[in-house]
Every structure is written in structure tokens, then in C-alpha cells.
């Protein structure tokens, strides 16, 4: 089954994490992709287009690059991508994490003998040292499941998910909802009628540590997680009661010290 690995890149990456996460999807694997498109979104350093081209020079026409002349966001650089990938198995991957060596193979056999749309992974996180293991964000395996899990949290590790380009583009791919895109994508792809599924194990090692700690808090984080919430109400997908518990919830946790958000990832993900 042909598929293609979509990231998106931008000036911030480290030069050494674009490598590692370059050479888990390619070296390391035991199924390659027949096709890696990377998203140059917006001007990068130097020492980042170097790296590119290393891997340029090493992968040839398997890896297409798509230069934006400005910084538009993950959401519109990966929708830009996302058309501009060959194939209709599309695997989403950050540039800064690391896929184990039969991520691919393992997602691809679930596409092959069942009949979803949709197939992520759980993952592990860490800092800098990628044998330290911070946490794990474990998600239920079946889509009924699922769609009971999405109305409380994001039921899709998206640096893991595997996908059908068609049924992206049909549900009308990444759109706005700062901080929230993915999750407001598998909504809209739960309501369009697409099926999801997640492989009982780790397949990627996220990247987090306090730099993310740091993203997923605050009150103006909280702002958005409210006004999220209150989109999916609008939509219908969650009730009254949904609504003002998700809020009661997930509101908090932004606004209390980091110190006890850090322990609430640690402890219950």
C-alpha cells in the first residue's frame, strides 16, 4: 500500500531534532513511505535548509518540498500539504519526534484488513533525553469508544494518526480553531461519518517537556479552550451538561500553577 508522510517545518526547529525525526521515518523503518512531503512554512535558518538538503540529496524525488513564503500556521501549512500529497494513505508526522521502526508497517496492515479511515497510535513523551520517559497518552482502541472519549479530550494522538486524504479533504481539512485544530478536525470527521481506530501501543515518542508544558497553559489558553468548547455545542456534538463540565474541567487545569498541571499530564493521561 503506497503512502505518504506529511510534516510541516518551521524556523524554530532544532537542526538535530529535524535529523533524528528524518532518520526514524526513513533510515529506521521497516516499511518505508513512497513519499515524504515537507512543508517549509515560511523562511527557515540556514542551518535548517542545509539539513533539508542533506536529506534532499539523499532521498531524491521521494522527498518534495513545498516552500511557503510566509509563516502560516501547522493548520494551513499541513492543508497545503495535504494536496499536494500522491497518495490516499497519508501518515502525519512532527519534526521534532520519533516514529519506532514499524510504526508504518503496523498502521498500514490495519488499513489493509479492516475497513477505517482513521488510525493513530499512542505515544510517549519526553524532554531531551528520549529514553527518559515523562508520559503516556493512552487512548481507547474502537471507534464507538471513541466518539464517547472525544465529547471530554482529544480522542486522536495527531503526531501518530495515519488517514485517508479523501476523507480529510471531504470534511474540509484543517481549519481554524487556534490551538485546537486537530481536535476540531476529528469531530467534524466523526459527524462526516469517518472510522476511527488506535493501535494498543506506542508508536511515536512526542517530544514535550515544560517547552509544551508552557503552550497548554495560561489563561488566554483557557480563553480558547472555552470558546472550542462552546463550537462543539454549537455543532451539537456535546450537550448543555457536556458543555459547562468540559469547561469546569479543562478551564482549571490552564489556570492553576504549572507545577500541578505538569503533575495532572504525568499522573492521569
Not at 503512502?3 to 525525526?21: C, D, N, P, Q, R
Not at 539539513?51 to 500556521?73: D, Q
Not at 467534524?188 to 514535550?208: D, H, K, P, S
Request: proline share 2%; net charge positive.
Amino acid at each position: 500500500m503506497n503512502f505518504s508522510v506529511l510534516l510541516s517545518i518551521y524556523h524554530k526547529e532544532k537542526v538535530s531534532y529535524f535529523h533524528t525525526a528524518m532518520a526514524s521515518i526513513w533510515d529506521k523503518q521497516t516499511i518505508k513511505p513512497n513519499e515524504i512531503v515537507l512543508v517549509q512554512d515560511g523562511v527557515l535558518t540556514a542551518e535548517l535548509y542545509d539539513a533539508i538538503h542533506v536529506w534532499e540529496t539523499k532521498l531524491g524525488n521521494t522527498l518534495k518540498i513545498i516552500s511557503l513564503n510566509e509563516n502560516k500556521g501547522l493548520g494551513d501549512a499541513l492543508n497545503i500539504g495535504l494536496k499536494n500529497c500522491s497518495y490516499e494513505l497519508v501518515a502525519r508526522m512532527d519534526t521534532d519526534d520519533i516514529a519506532s521502526p514499524d510504526r508504518f508497517e503496523k498502521q498500514l496492515h490495519i488499513f489493509k484488513n479492516t475497513q477505517i479511515d482513521i488510525c493513530s497510535t499512542w505515544i510517549s513523551e519526553f524532554d531531551e533525553d528520549e529514553n527518559i520517559i515523562l508520559s503516556y497518552r493512552k487512548l481507547p482502541e474502537f471507534h464507538q469508544d471513541l466518539i464517547g472519549f472525544s465529547k471530554k479530550r482529544n480522542p486522536i494522538n495527531h503526531p501518530a494518526v495515519m488517514y485517508r486524504k479523501s476523507i480529510i479533504l471531504h470534511a474540509g481539512g484543517y481549519q481554524k480553531m487556534m490551538l485546537f485544530e486537530d481536535y476540531y478536525l476529528w469531530v467534524r470527521m466523526f459527524i462526516a461519518g469517518a472510522t476511527f481506530y488506535n493501535i494498543q501501543e506506542v508508536l511515536v515518542n512526542m517530544r514535550a517537556g515544560d517547552a509544551q508544558l508552557e503552550r497548554r497553559t495560561g489563561f488566554q489558553y483557557g480563553k480558547k479552550e472555552i470558546q472550542f468548547q462552546k463550537k462543539l455545542f454549537d455543532m451539537g456534538f456535546i450537550n448543555m451538561y457536556e458543555l459547562f463540565r468540559n469547561i469546569s474541567i479543562r478551564f482549571s487545569t490552564r489556570v492553576v500553577p504549572k507545577r500541578i498541571v505538569k503533575y495532572i499530564y504525568q499522573s492521569f493521561r
